[in-house]
């Protein structure tokens, strides 16, 4: 089982949902008419401890050239966007640009809320100015339509604590694959070492209520040869041996011990 560890989430920023350019409260009008500007709002997740005041950097040229167009924007927290995002497409109350984790993009294409941006791509420098992988979330698949332009690449990783691994003899190139992982966490389990009086568990990984459940089961699905569908596109994969051998390991992380019970009731940023 030399399965290498790998982790890898791509998210995508999109503009900008159906029918959104001719929205506007009464307020927005008015401070167009009194400032002649154009109110463009965005929502974007928490990506950094200030995500509006980073966003707001990021903006600073396009608002030096574009002096009137005005960018509201809004931070939206990963546990509700999908229920406000969703809701926002539903009802045509909608921002003009929107950031999307790629899982969603399909989804959310599929309600119609979305513009088809395929002719938009090279005024973003063309398609190659993006990693390839990154268009795979770009639209509903098969249907020729761009409705996301990819944003940034977001990589998952293992982090350790030194102190335990000098403690038990655990050096980092010796979790290199799947086997060599596991029994390094049934090391650190035997040790049953506390640090300040709380015991250390050989690993942390949020349960079911976390909303990324599918995005830390999906690395244990691809590293073992599954996927979510078979090749053509026209079944489901998830039921394969492989994929459920992958499942099965993850799970038996949790069945070994080496994951706290809490954990299993917490969220990505509660663990």
């Known amino acids: 089982m030399k399965k290498l560890i790998s982790f890898l989430c791509v998210l995508v920023l999109v503009a900008s949902l159906v029918g959104c350019g001719s929205r506007q409260t009464k307020e927005q009008a008015s401070s167009m008419s009194s400032t002649d500007k154009k109110v463009v709002q965005m929502w974007v997740m928490p990506n950094s401890m200030e995500p509006v005041k980073d966003i707001e950097a990021v903006l600073a040229p396009f608002k030096k050239a574009n ?13 509700s966007a999908w229920t406000k995002i969703t809701t926002a497409a539903t009802s ?5 640009i929107v950031q999307l984790g790629s899982t969603w993009v399909g989804a959310i294409s599929a309600m119609g809320a979305l513009t088809d941006l395929k002719d938009k791509i090279d005024e973003v420098g063309g398609a190659s100015t993006f990693v390839e992988p990154a268009w ?22 293992l982090f350790y604590r030194t102190d ?18 596991a029994s390094s966490l049934q090391k650190i389990k035997e ?6 009086g709380v015991r250390v568990y050989p690993l942390g990984i949020a349960g079911k209520n976390d909303w990324n459940v599918i995005h830390n089961i999906a690395p244990w699905i691809w590293a073992a040869g599954g996927d979510f569908l078979s090749k053509d596109r026209k079944s489901a994969a998830i039921n394969s041996d492989v994929a459920v051998d992958g499942m099965l390991f993850y799970v038996k992380l ?7 019970d809490e954990a299993l009731e917490l969220n990505t940023a509660q663990v």
């Open 136 to 157: 795979v979330s770009s639209g509903i698949e098969g249907s020729n339509t761009v409705t996301a332009i990819p944003w940034f690449v977001d990589t998952r990783a």
């Open 164 to 181: 335990v691994f000098r403690q038990i003899g655990i050096k980092p190139e010796d979790v290199k694959d799947w086997n060599s992982f």
């Open 92 to 96: 045509g109350d909608t921002p003009d």
């Open 191 to 196: 040790a049953e070492l506390e640090i300040e």
């Open 254 to 260: 949790v069945k070994k011990g080496y994951i706290p």
């Open 67 to 79: 002096p009137d167009i005005e960018v509201v924007i809004t931070s939206v927290d990963w546990g």
